[in-house]
């Protein structure tokens, strides 16, 4: 180790240095702690945004913020956080994780790779930005339906070319780990001894690009709509909008996997390692991974049982959407197989993992329930399908996001987190968690409906008790945040093999990573 | 650095075919419309455009509807309003009514009515056989015109309901123009 670290300070300093090292690199490791730097501001900021409609919806009636402003708001939460936080997260994470778990020196195409992030901030810019002109930020929700979509202001416009400039970054990005999964890989890895978790990001990154350009085409239409005088979504011109809700989730379904498969990557390679066994039934968890994406093209229409679709249609769809449970649950039981009679132990990483798979269970269970057309006519647009997608969500991804992040810091700064700042955070995050969207079941069965600034009085005492859990969810965050800058700036040093049962390639590296590993190919076996 | 290797051949050669698949998808996404077009013709779901035809004409004359009709404009300078506020049919009889339009902006200009019913529920039942809903209209500048709806109640329709509300929209068809005005005025009115 000693002889490799000295190396490794002497590369960093190679070429620009500052902030000009930071714009033109072209090293995985430094794209992928900028993409996890970036979505991390893009995540306190869908935060904050977060917690002001809490704010509101703390009690009945208009406190805080105009309800044209409160639209704007859960519209541009919903946008920050898919395209700006858990995307381009788990990017981040490929970027640093994948050249280092197959044994390649770096991803196929470095030069691209500093392009799609670096278009990101300038999106981030364009959406954000779009709050401070006239008219305000686009306030269609996250899924932009026309005619909303086409009726706003010019807020709306800057949400179309940011959302083509993150596909663009998105597709990019995609090509470049899936060609890197494909050939780069060190000699004697096979596909079938791959991690999981680049299994799951080869099958993600085919699903973005089958489907970002069809966002990309969705929202391109609703531009032309806007400006160029077509009539995709307008009745009077011939069109129809519930079409554009039928393009919309064809991009949208499979976007629920691309926030999804990376998680159930993670977590499958961090539950081996704190249960000291391989992972349980591995082909199987390939299989269900590829199963689950190839379905998720056949179930977009579950979004849309309420458009008036023929019965024929809603059984198809519902049955269709049903039938990804059961890949789903392969992979949910293989997990708690692999801990079955494992050597246990539950480090911060294991903690979040455990977590992930209890609460995103949950957020599994009642989306089968809102994929049974007659329920999921009540519960449209309630509070109950809010609940729903931040168990997977937010339970799902993000909590993965938390438990890969805290088992790869040694890797990535050379010092172990902090155990008890860690533990502390997952028990503020779970127990906050549940207390903020837990109610929301209850809120959605009885009838609030979602994206409305104010509420009736029966809904009061549980509005009041989602409000406080988010506040202390939000600020739950920061704890993350002091953990990841104490683990920087030092603390226990970490061995290679950072923890004690962690399998792969990665393990084999010194902690911190050097800037450049791998340059010759090792031979896995 | 960038030698050409055997690997970097292959990436680029995959780098190429991944491109294209975006790009092939990029133009699924439109080819979608006509599919979703296609789809909702063989189904019957969408023929907002289409007459209707009627199969029993049989006339029920122990039942009478009323029909009541509205007639709107969104952001088009046209006067649109029917002749008649209502008119009492038996389920099965053909009827047929009139509704005046007249351009009042001095240019030609395009719209398009989209009908609605209430309640909603009733739509099925109302066979259009004419209607000035099936094709666009253009008026010339300050041009007035007389349209007929030519329909027939279907006598399948339920026993409870009792009055038709049949509700015209006019829009203006391809409204570049006037659409961007209205987003202008909307960006103005809110800031």
């Known amino acids: 180790m000693a002889a490799v670290m000295p190396d490794h300070l002497h590369d960093a300093h190679h070429g620009p240095t500052g902030l000009m090292r930071w714009i033109t690199t072209t090293n995985h490791k430094d794209i992928g702690t900028m993409y996890l730097i970036f979505s991390f501001i893009m995540f306190l900021s869908g935060g904050v945004m977060a917690l002001t409609i809490r704010a509101e919806l703390f009690q009945p009636g208009l406190q805080v913020v105009q309800p044209e402003f409160f639209n704007q708001l859960t519209t541009m939460h919903g946008l920050v956080m898919v395209f700006g936080a858990i995307m381009p ?37 364009l959406l954000i930005g779009s709050f401070f002109v006239p008219g305000g930020a686009t306030a269609a929700g996250w899924t932009l339906y026309a005619p909303l979509s086409v009726q706003m202001g010019m807020g709306m416009d800057m949400a179309i070319f940011a959302i083509h400039i ?55 239409m609703v531009l032309t709509d806007r400006h160029f005088g077509t009539s995709f979504f307008s009745a009077a011109g011939g069109g129809d909008p519930v079409m554009y809700q039928h393009i919309f989730w064809f991009f949208g379904h499979p976007e629920v996997y691309i926030m999804i498969l990376p998680a159930f990557g993670i977590v499958s390679q961090i539950i081996p390692t704190f249960a000291r066994k391989p992972l349980f039934g591995y082909a199987s968890m390939v299989y269900a991974t590829s199963s689950i994406a190839i379905l998720s093209f056949s179930v977009w229409a579950h979004h849309m049982f309420t458009t008036g679709m023929p019965a024929v249609g809603q059984l198809f769809f519902m049955y269709a959407t049903m039938l990804i449970a059961v890949p789903t649950g392969v992979k949910v039981f293989n997990w708690i197989a692999t801990m079955w009679r494992g050597s246990l132990t539950f480090e911060t990483p294991m903690l979040w993992a455990v977590g992930f798979i209890f609460v995103f269970t949950m957020g599994g269970f009642t989306g089968l329930i809102c994929a049974i057309a007659p329920i999921d006519i009540q519960v449209q ?76 009085l029966q809904f009061a005492d549980f509005n009041m008790m989602a409000s406080i859990g988010a506040f202390g969810f939000g600020l739950s965050q920061l704890i993350f945040l002091v953990a990841v800058v104490k683990c920087v700036r030092g603390g226990e040093k970490a061995a290679a093999r950072s923890w004690e049962g962690a399998e792969g390639l990665e393990w084999t590296v010194p902690s911190p990573a050097p800037h450049h590993t791998f340059e010759e190919a090792p031979v896995f076996k | 650095m960038s030698h050409p290797t055997p690997v970097a051949a292959e990436n680029r050669r995959l780098l190429v075919r991944l491109g294209i698949a975006a790009v092939v998808m990029f133009g699924f996404g439109f080819l979608l419309v006509p599919f979703y077009e296609k789809i909702c013709e063989v189904t019957g779901i969408n023929n907002l455009l289409k007459p209707d035809t009627v199969a029993n004409t049989q006339v029920d004359i122990t039942r009478t509807i009323t029909v009541q009709f509205d007639a709107n404009t969104h952001d088009l300078p046209w006067r649109f309003r029917p002749l008649q506020t209502h008119v009492k049919v038996h389920p099965g009889e053909l009827v047929t009514v009139v509704y005046e339009v007249s351009n009042t902006r001095n240019e030609p200009v395009t719209g398009q009515a989209v009908p609605s019913y209430g309640p909603q529920l009733a739509g099925q039942f109302f066979r259009k056989l004419e209607c000035f809903c099936f094709s666009k209209q253009t008026l010339a500048a300050g041009e007035k015109r007389t349209m007929p709806v030519a329909f027939v109640v279907d006598p399948a329709l339920p026993a409870d309901v009792t009055t038709i509300t049949l509700s015209y929209t006019f829009f203006e068809v391809a409204g570049r123009r006037i ?11 809110a800031s």
């Open chain 1, 89 to 125: 997260a788990f990017v981040g994470f490929a970027n640093w994780q994948i050249p280092l778990m197959i044994g390649a020196s770096d991803m196929a195409f470095a030069r691209m790779n500093n392009w799609s992030f670096w278009l990101l901030p300038v999106a981030a810019v």
């Open chain 1, 381 to 456: 647009d309630t509070y109950y399908v809010v609940a729903h997608f931040h168990y997977v969500l937010v339970a799902g991804s993000l909590f993965a996001l938390f438990a890969g992040a805290y088992y790869w810091l040694p890797k990535w700064t050379g010092h172990m987190p902090d155990e008890r700042i860690g533990k502390l955070h997952f028990w503020c995050s779970i127990v906050f968690f549940n207390i903020t969207f837990f109610p929301m079941h209850f809120l959605g069965l009885a009838g609030m409906p979602r994206r409305i600034p104010d509420y009736a």
């Open chain 1, 166 to 220: 993150m596909g663009v970054s998105s597709i990019m990005g995609a090509i470049n780990i899936v060609v890197t999964i494909l050939n780069m890989r060190a000699p004697g890895m096979t596909m079938m001894k791959m991690p999981l978790f680049c299994w799951t990001w080869l099958i993600t990154a085919y699903l973005l690009i089958a489907v970002m350009p069809v966002l990309a085409g969705a929202v391109t």
């Open chain 2, 179 to 189: 659409a961007d005005d209205a987003a202008g005025r909307r960006a103005g009115a």
